[in-house]
Structure formats: structure tokens, C-alpha cells
């Protein structure tokens, strides 16, 4: 006799109904519908202590550790500390939490309130001049800014510390986290 296993769902990882199949040469004897929890042991950075959302992450905080996943975390989950330190968490993590690349971003590099200089950029004319930020920001995060002396507000891009970009006669891209 031979099997065949089918599965009944696109979906392969927790739990996942199946038909299986008992074969005699060309001829189907039965078949038995089931489902099974499926896992796949992966190698996750996870927190060895309590790390506060906003905190840059360092050696002493994370731990690489082998895990059963069952979650669609499995596509989204770092596998190297070198991913996760020197980022800053997004929310709380708690320890033994499995750290995913939606639980970190890169530190933020401009200050809100903080002066930063502002290259206005059109076609090949860069113009150089100052702002302050409106909001925290990463790098190649959008966030507005504001022009001291005329109040009016505007958004760029973080491109350095203390440095961001307004491209003229382009609309500015949406970042993950950042504003329009």
C-alpha cells in the first residue's frame, strides 16, 4: 500500500488539515481527513530582560536562542543579534519575547525641536538652509519639519543626523512609521 498526504490549506505552518490517501496500485482503498500542528525550529534573536520601547538595543539585552514557530512570525523574525543591536525597540519587549523586524527601527537621528539642515533640492539646483523638526526621526523616515522664520511646515527625508532632504517636483515617498 502506499499514502499519499494532501494538504488542504495554502498554509503550512500551525495547525494544518490534511487528506490522507491509502492506495493499492491504481485503486483508492480509503481516505481519512485530519489536521496536525505543524512547527518549524528556527534559530530567533529573543530579549533576555525587559527592554523599554524607545531603548537602543545592545549585546547584553538579546540572546539568539532555538524556538519551535508555529506563527506566520517565522517570515518577519531575525535570526542574528547583528540585526537587532543598535536598534531602537518599537514597543516594550519583554523577556523571552521572540524579536521581530516589526518590533525594532533604526535609532532616530534628528530630535524634535532640534535644528536640521534642510537641502531643497530642484533639478540641479540644491539649496542649503536651516529648520526645526517637528518629530523624532530615523534615517529615510519622512517627518515634518518647520521653518522658523516663516512658520511654514513641510515634509522631508531624514538622510543623516541632523540633515534632511525636500526633493521639489517630487512627491515625498511614505516611510513605514514616518508621516506623509
Known amino acids: ?23 493499492s496500485g491504481d485503486h483508492l482503498i480509503g481516505s481519512e481527513r485530519v489536521t496536525v500542528e505543524v512547527a518549524i525550529r528556527r534559530d530567533v534573536v529573543v530579549a533576555r530582560k525587559t527592554v523599554s520601547r524607545g531603548q537602543v538595543i545592545t549585546a547584553t539585552d538579546v540572546a539568539v536562542e532555538s524556538r519551535w514557530m508555529t506563527e506566520h512570525l517565522v517570515d518577519t523574525t531575525l535570526r542574528g543579534v547583528e540585526d537587532v543591536i543598535g536598534q531602537t525597540a518599537d514597543r516594550t519587549l519583554r523577556p523571552g519575547a521572540i524579536i521581530d523586524s516589526k518590533a525594532v527601527r533604526p535609532p532616530n537621528v534628528v530630535r524634535r525641536g532640534q535644528l536640521v539642515t534642510v537641502r531643497v533640492i530642484s533639478g540641479g539646483l540644491v539649496i542649503k538652509t536651516v529648520a526645526r523638526a517637528q518629530e523624532d526621526g530615523y534615517e529615510g523616515q519622512v517627518i515634518e519639519v518647520r521653518n522658523d522664520h516663516t512658520r511654514q ?11 534632511v ?16
Request: glycine residues 10%; aromatic residues 8%.
Open 165 to 180: 532632504v525636500l526633493q521639489i517636483g517630487q512627491q515625498v515617498a511614505q516611510t513605514p512609521g514616518g508621516t506623509p
Open 153 to 163: 511646515r513641510f515634509h522631508a527625508r531624514v538622510v543623516g543626523p541632523q540633515m
Open 1 to 23: 500500500a502506499r499514502f499519499e498526504l494532501e494538504p488542504m490549506d495554502n498554509d503550512l505552518l500551525g495547525r494544518v488539515p490534511f487528506v490522507i490517501r491509502r492506495w
